[in-house]
């Protein structure tokens, strides 16, 4: 006696490829088991399919009816003497039933446990018999092998891998559902192509395949081949085809205790490593997402993990660890933040995460707190809220970069809350009610510390210093402190008064600061030391302007957007044509344009950006105000080359682009459009691209590290 077994017990959430075929073609799977049955003599078959699937079960129960009236089930089967019966066997729902042995130790009416192997189920399989047991795919692939040919089948997929695969779609992804696709695409094309990408513009973070015990790869895979030998050189399984997408707002901490958390459920429990380990694995993960684990915690975890996958009897064991070693992989960083910093970057573990937009405030302000007081009229009460941790209050209130408000929940079902403009509300009516006025901390510490740059940086930190009873002096190479803040930020969004009343509040809180001093040319590192200076705390900021690569741009007439602002600012002079260009699409870009067309010898200014508005980083009200002042926007534009005479910038060579595919930042590639090319013409070329870090005056000496 033998028998054929269709394994159709599919327990991993969100994937119903299984149902999808039995609902839709059991005549294709039935069909395989009735070949393989009479390949090798078998005289039963058992489908085990989930009894959560009742349409599946109706759809699979009629195509046996239907196959026993038309002959081709039962007895003597179309005149040769093969009989053969299916029947339907219905699961519990035990994920663990999806192991071989364990489903047919549940179809004999045992507790679905596996057992040791070998002796395999071909050997010893159900009622002791030998056995062939298959998933639905392989079964539903039998009869078009046998309709169209070995050859065609190989042609389909990868050397090891071949043929194609069904794959639940699914997670952060804009086109959810099933795909049928060849072995060996590419996860970006997947992801990409054939889901549509990440909704909501966000970027991608990982994917997970296999299902619960499953590996999560990162961005830098989406390349790989999908076939069982990459995905398992990866770390990752095919399993039964569950693709699971995640973006940035995904913590994979906590994406590996959810999965933990189904799997030590669903361990039969026969063996100790899987039993245990999955239990001991999640709660170290639980602690890591808590707040209240160690470093060495991650390297039990991780030791645990390797136990738990060499030790255990069945695949699920095998391959409950994988969440956790994939993601310590390629995600360590994650754990090591919820250990050392206290912190989630993606804002989802409740233990250590307050209201979004406290936490992702780089100073932790309460904003909910001020927000709450400030709608039941306690302004004064707000004010102080807002004082207790912000030295530069009445700045943010204009030029913060608000990340509060790209976390705020209101945004989640409308615009999110105006956080900045209410800190500056407060703040404005502290100042007219004569409410703000700096307290000047004792000093009660020995150590004195310098700071090097008076810019945002060094100012709060100076403030902070200073509290904790630090005798501080600030130096700075700027005849004016305040840094870019000063001498970049135009005075339409940042009036200058408004930047004086916050640094004075620091300077009377006791910070001391004198200007006109730059490091490495008015003193060095080991002068501050020889001084008495305990600490030294750098923060010289970020001005380094990145070339734009193209030829040309070191002609005259070119000029770089952060010194132009600060030679606007410090009243040198500047020679600007009637033509100004701006490349770039960040503040900065938007900034020179909008100072340059207030220059009474510019005629007309216009931005040539790449991408189109929806992706320029500027905020979108400074783009707007540009708009409406009459500063040109050229979207969907690159510059290719400086045109010049006599050593002269005359224009830019432009070509038109246009928005491709996304990539893993989640904004779409800009793609050159052939035989675009124009000229556009320009006597004055300003570059606001990026900045880097300068740091000359640092000596290999000093012994710091630069990453």
């Not at 159709?8 to 005549?27: F, I, K, T, V, W």
Request: proline share 6%.
């Amino acid at each position: 006696m033998k028998y054929v077994i269709c394994n159709a017990d599919e327990g991993d959430p969100g994937a119903y490829m299984d149902r999808s075929l039995l609902e839709g073609n059991p005549h294709r799977v039935l069909e395989g088991m009735l070949i393989g049955a009479y390949a090798m003599g078998a005289r039963e078959g058992y489908m085990y399919v989930r009894d959560e699937y009742p349409l599946a079960v109706k759809h699979v129960t009629l195509a046996i009816e239907e196959l026993r009236r038309l002959g081709l089930i039962g007895p003597n089967i179309l005149g040769t003497g093969f009989d053969f019966e299916i029947r339907i066997a219905k699961g519990a729902g035990a994920f663990v039933c999806g192991e071989e042995t364990a489903l047919i130790a549940s179809i004999e009416g045992r507790v679905g446990e596996p057992r040791q192997r070998p002796p395999f189920p071909t050997v010893r399989g159900l009622f002791g018999k030998p056995t062939c047991i298959n998933n639905v795919e392989t079964w539903g692939n039998v009869p078009l092998i046998i309709d169209k040919g070995a050859d065609w089948f190989a042609g389909i997929g990868t050397e090891g891998s071949k043929g194609t695969k069904i794959f639940s779609l699914v997670g952060k992804i804009n086109n959810t559902g099933l795909v049928e696709v060849p072995m060996g695409i590419t996860l970006r094309e997947i992801i990409f192509d054939i889901g549509g990408g990440i909704p909501g513009d966000r970027a991608f973070k990982a994917v997970q395949t296999g299902g619960p015990s499953g590996g999560c790869l990162p961005k830098e895979m989406l390349d790989l081949p999908i076939d069982y030998q990459s995905l398992a050189q990866a770390g990752s399984i095919m399993g039964s085809g569950g693709m699971i997408v995640m973006d940035e707002k995904t913590c994979m901490v906590d994406i590996a205790k959810y999965y933990l958390n189904f799997l030590r459920d669903e361990s039969c429990g026969k063996c100790v490593s899987c039993r245990e380990g999955t239990q001991r694995m999640w709660e170290i993960v639980k602690k890591i997402s808590d707040g209240k684990a160690t470093m060495e915690d991650i390297a039990v975890l991780e030791q645990l993990a390797g136990a738990v996958k060499d030790a255990s009897l069945c695949g699920l064991g095998q391959t409950a660890a994988n969440p956790v070693l994939s993601t310590l992989k390629y995600f360590r960083s994650e754990y090591e933040k919820h250990v050392v910093e206290k912190r989630c970057p993606a804002m989802v573990c409740k233990e250590i995460v307050s209201s979004p937009c406290q936490y992702i405030c780089p100073i932790g302000q309460e904003a909910s707190t001020y927000i709450a007081l400030i709608a039941q009229k306690k302004f004064a009460e707000a004010y102080e809220v807002i004082r207790k941790d912000n030295p530069l209050p009445s700045v943010c209130g204009r030029v913060c970069s608000r990340a509060c408000e790209s976390v705020c929940r209101a945004g989640e079902i409308g615009e999110p809350i105006s956080i900045r403009g209410l800190k500056r509300f407060v703040m404005d009516w502290a100042k007219a009610k004569g409410l703000d006025s700096p307290v000047r901390f004792p000093v009660t510490r020995a150590e004195k510390v310098v700071i090097i740059g008076a810019g945002p940086a060094g100012l709060t930190a100076g403030y902070y210093l200073a509290r904790k009873g630090y005798p501080v002096r600030i130096f700075e190479a700027l005849p004016v402190p305040g840094g870019m803040l000063a001498v970049t930020i135009p005075g339409h969004r940042l009036p200058k008064d408004i930047l004086s009343e916050d640094i004075n509040f620091i300077m009377e809180s006791g910070v001391s600061i004198k200007t006109h001093m730059a490091l490495g040319k008015d003193f060095t590192l080991d002068d501050l030391h020889n001084q008495g200076y305990k600490a030294v705390f750098i923060a010289t900021g970020a001005h380094k302007p990145i070339e734009i690569g193209v030829p040309g741009e070191e002609a005259e007439g070119v000029l770089q957007a952060l010194e132009y602002l600060k030679d606007v600012h410090l009243k040198r002079p500047v020679e600007l044509g009637r033509r100004v260009v701006v490349i770039g699409g960040g503040n900065s870009a938007v900034d020179a344009a909008r100072v340059a067309l207030r220059n009474k010898s510019v005629g007309k200014v216009a931005i040539l950006y790449r991408r189109t508005r929806k992706e320029m980083p500027a905020y979108p009200e400074e783009v707007e105000a540009a708009l409406d002042e009459g500063v040109k926007v050229e979207f969907l534009t690159a510059p290719t080359w400086v045109a010049t005479k006599d050593g002269r910038v005359t224009g830019v060579r432009c070509q038109r682009m246009k928005l491709g595919e996304k990539d893993e930042s989640g904004r779409p590639k800009p793609v050159p459009i052939e035989g675009s090319e124009f000229l556009v013409a320009a006597d004055t070329l300003i570059l606001a691209l990026s900045e880097r870090a300068y740091t000359p005056y640092l000596k290999e000496s000093d012994g710091l590290t630069l990453s």
